[in-house]
């Protein structure tokens, strides 16, 4: 009977041992998924923030085209569209990225698989 017993607890330790396994294993993937979500939220945010950046120098840079319209300074009028331009590429570029990297989160009621 003890060899039985004996036995059975082995099997226990064996069994808790693997499982303490799988359960640490399962801890280890939710961080490193929850660090990569952190990485691109900061990431995310700071496209935005060149993106707002972009379009008030955008902004700016219209109302002086305009100030030089009036002044028929047409040398500065094309210095200011040629900047104006270039932003607009830029803000594309960034949209483009922040697009790309901006993923919609699949709903799971399923917890973490081992």
Same mark, same amino acid.
């Given at each position: 009977m003890s060899?039985v017993?004996s036995?059975? !607890? @082995?099997?226990?330790?064996?069994? $808790?041992?693997?499982d303490?396994?799988n /359960?640490?294993?399962?801890?280890?993937?939710m961080k490193?998924? *929850?660090r990569e979500?952190? @990485?691109?939220y900061?990431?995310?945010a700071?496209?935005?923030?060149?993106? @707002?950046?972009?379009?008030?120098? /955008? @902004?700016?840079? $219209?109302? *002086?085209?305009?100030?030089?319209?009036?002044? /028929?300074?047409?040398?500065?009028e094309?210095?200011?569209s040629d900047a104006? /331009?270039?932003?607009?590429q830029k803000v594309?570029e960034?949209?483009?990225?922040?697009?790309? #990297?901006? #993923?919609?989160? !699949?709903?799971s009621?399923h917890?973490?698989?081992?």
């Open positions: 060899d017993t036995l059975l !607890q @082995r099997n226990l330790k064996s069994t $808790t041992i693997k303490h396994g /359960k640490m294993v399962s801890a280890a993937k490193c998924m *929850q979500k952190d @990485r691109n900061a990431m995310h700071e496209i935005r923030a060149s993106l @707002r950046s972009l379009n008030a120098e /955008k @902004r700016q840079m $219209t109302i *002086q085209m305009q100030v030089e319209k009036v002044k /028929k300074n047409k040398l500065m094309q210095v200011y104006i /331009k270039e932003i607009e594309a960034e949209e483009a990225l922040l697009n790309q #990297t901006v #993923t919609t989160p !699949q709903k009621n917890s973490p698989s081992a």
